[in-house]
């Protein structure tokens, strides 16, 4: 049969990169190679035990529920914004999706205005606004400003045309960089977003993450212009299980209705048994509130040891406040990588994996010019349920150093060895052989 011609908004479009990442690596251990996974941003915590005990409870759940989601869960979803962060909201302002993914799909859709992405930013941003044909602004951030977007740029762009519609994503902490902003750079922000009727989408996924669990919305300070999107994927260990939020101004009902009427003609509605177990999830409770403790005290050390290894090797990055993702800039290495064929960032995730087997994604990736030699490195690939029991263990106030992670998190320590042993290969044959040498077996396989 002649193949149909295709919609030219999705041509030369691949998978998502971090999919894409994750199938690659898992082939490679299929076929016998060692790969340190470190390319997909898959939370290595399991989910909260009363998470599950209540998804097991709600399993026979079989009935279609309502298009904006569990009302229960829609009320829990608005407390949960209320304690954490501030916000004032009802259950009327919440919708319930498949994964924020798809709400942002959503949202995009039905709101025919520009989409801004400050750069570095998630992967499926600028692919979504291709797929429904909108257009796309960049506005490309600074390693020296911490690789966020500042007010002047936003600025600068709306300027130009002060009365176009736009959509701003804000993603903090930030995938790819690990990154977030300040109270007063929230604030500056929703002026400019104000000044401008802006329409903002808070991706606040990591927002629990945050190393210190001090988070900020920016919807305290444009309340009426600011939509929250969260979800169970990251915090909460459970992105398998795809349920997403968010949640609404008042003064935005029109866009949630909407959504939830293109919903009602796409995926009808979300799990039911998944909506009955993150009624738990989103109430929180003293169980919930220690996994998070332990869950930040771990990242926060190991984020720290990744650059202090990356750092040895003259490796630029930025210390994460919250996530678990970094964003090392390798330019300092550029001659050296020219001198082996590498001149973009792809070349560079590509023989890294090839060479090291550590699979990381490029900074192009991410919306960044490809000969900007950065790279997003996910410390993800260790077994989080026993680092969180023996963290369970340890007095609050100790320290997790290098004798903890050494146990724990080795197999992303010998990651970053490897890359720093393979960057200097080529100036010490001792180094080339190490290279050589595989990783410690662990949670790859």
Partial sequence: MKPQPLNLNVRGLSLSATVAINEQSLRLIREGKNVARLGLGQSPFPVPAPVVEALRSNASRKDYLAVAGLFELREAVAEYHRRRSGTIGAAEDVLIGPGSKELMFLLQLVYYGELVIPTPAWVSYAPQAQIIGRRVSMLHGRAESGWRLEPGQLEELCAEDPNR??????????????????????????????????LLLSDEIYGELHHCGEHVSIANFYPEGTIV??????????????LGTFAFPRDLHWLLDAMAAVASETYTSTSAPIQYAAVRAFRGGMQIERYLNHARRILSALGKAVCQRLRRSEIDVLEPTGAFYVFPNFSRWREELEARGICTSEELAQRLLAETGVAVLPG?????????????????????????????????????????????????????????????????????????????????E
Wanted: glycine letters at 10%.
């Fill in 165 to 198: 519609p736009r959509i701003v994503v804000l993603n903090y902490p930030s995938n790819p960089t690990g990154g977030t902003y300040t109270t007063s750079e929230l604030k500056e922000l929703a002026g400019v977003a104000r000044r401008f009727g802006i």
């Fill in 364 to 444: 192009s990736a991410f919306g960044r010019s490809p000969d900007e030699l950065t790279l997003r490195i996910a410390y993800v690939d260790f077994d989080g349920a026993k680092a969180l029991a023996a963290v369970e263990a340890m007095p609050a106030d100790r320290e997790l150093g290098e004798a903890f992670l050494n146990v724990h998190c080795l197999r992303i320590l010998e990651a970053m060895d490897r890359t720093c042993k393979w960057l200097e290969s080529g100036r010490s044959s001792t180094a080339a052989e190490e290279v050589a040498a595989p990783l410690s077996r662990g949670a790859a």
């Fill in 229 to 242: 999107s969260s979800g169970l994927s990251k915090w909460c260990g459970a992105g398998g299980w795809r």
